[in-house]
């Protein structure tokens, strides 16, 4: 597997990651159990990824605990990336945003115990708190890398004001936000700023929750559960209408070699953007991980990447519902 750098942080990685949120949640009902799951992320470090990510509020809790019990053989090969930024009730429940430094500091105990690991490589604010100065949770990451505690600050789904803030009280390494053929909003205002100040870019959802696959049609049924039910990128009517971005994926696909499928087309499109951007498709499958990582060896013509660039101009519907918006790019 390539490497890559994200940005100029130092931070080295593989080229294609891994997201485990799918394993514990979102996704409807899991096709394996808990040691199928840690069997597709061994599975993943025996191909050569090394980027891990998860979040405390996936499961809550218990996507952590799978992530930390699967890789603590091989700790010391991998980079795991997790997420803080929410509170909890005292059943563990979510509560909403919650990015105080007193909220922070309980957190990564709680995500280093869970890991089972003694530092994290890469620990993100997953969505902005819009009660808190970006400053004092900068500051307070800075404090954790001072301690030992973290290597790398990143964001997820932060705008521009809020990234140029952050990283002047600490370097962020990592923006996560979604990107994609899909999803191209990073390339109004984002990718710019991420190249000036060398912060790399770690794409999740890059297939389009499965859409970009070819997997997913006007006709599919989704079960209770499943997040894409409540996206309006999702209903049968915008499915209907983004097929042909699907059908465009297919046709390039079976021009580009015996075996080349609609995912790796969607990918390599994504890693042709930037030097610095790593994507983090989740799968349960090893199948679909074989796939998936088959991505970081095709190269699409300069031809077959305009003519992707152009259809994916046209994707109908938000990614998400009004009240996931309110919660990106503050």
Known sequence: MQTRQLGTSGLTVSAIGLGCMGMSQSYGPNPGDRDDMIGVIRAAHDRGVTLFDTAEVYGPFVNEELVGEALAPIRDEVVIATKF???????????????????????????????GTDVIDLYYQHRVDPEVPIEDVAGAVGDLIAAGKVKHFGLSEAGVDTIRRAHAVQPVAALQSEYSLWTRDPEDEILGVLEELGIGLVPFSPLGKGF??????????????????????FSEENRQANQALVDLLARIAAGSGEGVTNAQVALAWLLAQKPWIVPIPGTRRVSRLDENLGAAE????????????DAARQVHGTRYNEAMLKMTGL
């Open 85 to 115: 930024g929410f509170g909890f009730d005292a059943a563990g429940q979510s509560t909403g945003v919650d990015s105080r430094p007193e909220r922070i500091r309980e957190a990564v105990e709680g995500s280093l115990r869970r890991l």
């Open 212 to 233: 970009l696959t070819g997997t997913v049609d006007r006709s599919t049924a989704f079960t209770d559960g499943d997040i894409r039910t409540s996206i309006p990128r």
């Open 298 to 309: 095709l190269t699409l013509s300069p031809g077959d990447l305009d003519l992707l660039d």
